[in-house]
């Protein structure tokens, strides 16, 4: 297709220019004219046999409009679109503090993405995962982004009229950073700063500048969220009991001013002040009451972010939302696309919060919000998994509701991605036992993927249930996605493949433990000689995993799940041995098989309609590993 771009197109040459490649679009005044006019109010596309129209007001209007224009025209050559911006700001955080880090390469195919959708502002969530000249080690061997990545990052960015924030830590979420001698003086508790000592702000200030150098923007992320111990480490030692909202108000009067210094605007979540505030701790305790003489001491230059990912009630985000207003200031909201339930993104999840929370945010005219993506736990569910539950927040940026069969048509253009395909990646976590939607959380693909099969903690949980033939269906189902998803086959075969496994090894402890307490000797011989094909198979699905991080993330953190995959693949090892050695008795008993199997122990009440959900090192073992 080739088209003429004309009109006021000044500042958008060089964007214009990467998404139009991008769409295999060719510029030449020889093709069908588009006259571009940026002018106050709604986003408008036109069409008509003799040319076309764009109509736009904000920078990345204009590139949302781009593609709306070229979607329509390839449906039909008549046509008149209007879409009326619904929030100032709209966008994500990604996390690239646990373990994976996007490449700069990655990060630039997602703002193209973003742009495409019109979504407007991005943050990098760095916890000690960029570069701070002073301090060699913070970030050593994380993968940091350097200050030239960064800024290549923003320079892109700017093309399309995203902005770029920086997002870092300067109180708690540091284990990573705090865990080097450096920082003996400098931290509370593990993970926690020192509050009120001088060379913990001297630490923060040199954060400040090294995070902020690389971008335009002069807002900064500066987090401060679940400080569950503050003062109660090293600070309770030196200054003995104080109250905590004192303590939360001291610091963040002094980091405010060191951003001030430095000409930045900064934002904070909001969590720390409401669970303060609540006599059980909980962040979302509609009771806690903030007493009038900390809101009134608190800095007014600050805006809070209200996180929930939890929520499916529209009336309990409203409620909230009217909660942080009475800081004084209009909040921003941050909901989530569960990127971190375990092995594959929790799209129910996802859709019902994300819905309930705009629609609330669209009601009580917030005009800032963003989806988080976190990488809890190694991050093993790849990002991009993510881009359906951008494309639901752009959907509902640009509408007061959002129609599902354009919401499909959109992520089929944006990205080059089945919107079912993508959708169908619940699938590994929403089986049999787990109730619609998933809404407590369950990863069963997480926790069968990596339990021990002559272990099995979580076999009493998963006990009945026809799981293996659930992965089977899914795994043909995973096939048929990689061929109708050829920008994203690489990400379809590392599912398929995952798929694959699970189908196999899903309820191979179940039956290693039944045949054992038969005596079985020919069923347990029968799947003993399964466990090479069942290595095998796992050791093909480290690969194609491998392959798929690698494709878009630095290396630095493949390690951790590298090291997940070997513990498969020893473990088997060990099974196939012990089983050889009873069955040709070289010893009495299998004692891991001889131990009765009880349901998962979670420390919070299993809900109905739940499997389970943990974190790595509470799957494989019920030992430790450092202790």
Not at 121 to 147: A, K, L, N
Not at 397 to 421: E, I, M, N, P, Q
Request: with cysteine; net charge negative.
């Amino acid at each position: 297709m080739k088209l003429h771009f004309y009109g006021d197109i000044q500042g958008l040459e060089e964007g214009l220019s990467i998404i139009c490649h991008e769409l295999k679009i060719e510029q030449s005044e020889q093709g069908f004219p588009i006259h571009v006019k940026q002018m106050a109010g709604p986003l408008k596309i036109n069409c008509n046999p003799e040319r076309g129209e764009i109509f736009f007001e904000e920078k990345i209007h204009f590139f949302r409009a781009v593609g709306l224009w070229i979607q329509a025209f390839e449906e039909k050559k008549t046509f008149q679109v209007m879409e009326e911006p619904q929030f100032k700001t709209n966008g994500v955080m990604v996390d690239v503090s646990r373990n994976g880090v996007l490449t700069v390469e990655g990060i630039q195919n997602l703002l193209r993405k973003m742009a495409l959708m019109g979504l407007n502002v991005v943050m990098m969530y760095t916890e000690d995962t960029f570069t701070v000249e002073e301090y060699p080690y913070f970030g050593y061997m994380r993968g940091r982004y350097s200050e030239q990545e960064l800024r290549a990052c923003d320079d892109y960015a700017h093309q399309f009229g995203i902005e770029m924030v920086p997002c870092i830590q300067t109180l708690a979420h540091l284990t990573e950073a705090l865990k080097w001698n450096y920082a003996a003086n400098i931290k509370d508790t593990a993970d926690i700063l020192l509050v009120g000592k001088e060379e913990t702000y001297e630490f923060i200030e040199k954060l400040f500048k090294a995070a902020s150098k690389p971008f335009r923007s002069n807002r900064i992320h500066i987090g401060m969220d679940e400080a569950h111990q503050l003062g109660l480490g090293k600070y309770l030692e030196q200054n003995g009991y104080q109250k905590r909202f004192s303590i939360m108000n001291e610091h963040l009067h002094k980091v405010v001013a060191l951003a001030e210094k430095l000409s930045l605007t900064p934002m904070i979540w909001s969590d720390m002040y409401f669970r303060l505030g609540s006599k059980t701790g909980n962040y979302y305790d509609l009771n806690a009451h903030i007493p009038e003489d900390v809101i009134d001491s608190m800095p007014k230059n600050v805006q809070m972010v209200y996180w929930d990912y939890y929520h499916t009630d529209e009336e309990f985000y409203r409620t909230f939302l009217k909660k942080h207003k009475e800081f004084g200031s209009e909040p921003i909201f941050a909901g989530g696309v569960w990127t971190w339930n375990g092995m594959a993104p929790n799209y129910g999840k996802t859709m019902a919060t994300t819905n309930a929370a705009l629609e609330a945010c669209k009601k009580e005219g917030i005009t800032e919000v963003f989806a988080t993506m976190w990488g809890d736990n190694g991050a093993e569910t790849h990002p991009f998994t993510g881009l359906a539950g951008l494309q639901l927040f752009a959907e509902h940026g640009y509408g007061r509701a959002v129609d599902h069969k354009k919401l499909a048509r959109r992520f089929s253009f944006c990205t080059g991605g089945d919107w079912d395909d993508f959708i169908a990646l619940n699938e590994f976590d929403e089986t049999p036992g787990v109730s619609k939607d998933n809404l407590h959380e369950s990863h069963p693909s997480k926790f069968l993927l990596w339990q021990d099969v002559l272990l099995g903690l979580y076999d009493e949980n998963i006990r009945s249930l026809p799981l293996g033939q659930h992965y089977l269906n899914l795994a043909s189902r995973m096939e048929e996605a990689k061929e109708r998803n050829k920008n994203w086959s690489e990400m379809f075969s590392f599912y398929s493949q995952l798929a694959r496994v699970l189908s196999v090894k899903a309820e191979f402890g179940i039956h290693l433990k039944a045949a054992y307490d038969r005596r079985d000797k020919q069923e347990l011989a029968q799947l003993k000689d399964q466990l090479p094909l069942l290595r095998s198979m796992v050791d093909e699905l480290r690969k194609l995993h491998r392959s798929l991080w690698l494709s878009s993330l630095k290396p630095f953190g493949w390690e951790v799940i590298d090291i997940r995959y070997g513990g498969i693949l020893s473990r088997l090892d060990t099974v196939e041995y012990r089983l050889y050695s009873w069955l040709n008795g070289s010893i009495s008993s299998i004692e891991e098989l001889a131990e009765e199997r009880l349901f998962f122990d979670a420390p919070w009440k299993m809900p109905e309609g739940a499997l389970g959900r943990n974190t790595y090192h509470r799957i494989v073992t019920a030992g430790g590993f450092s202790v």
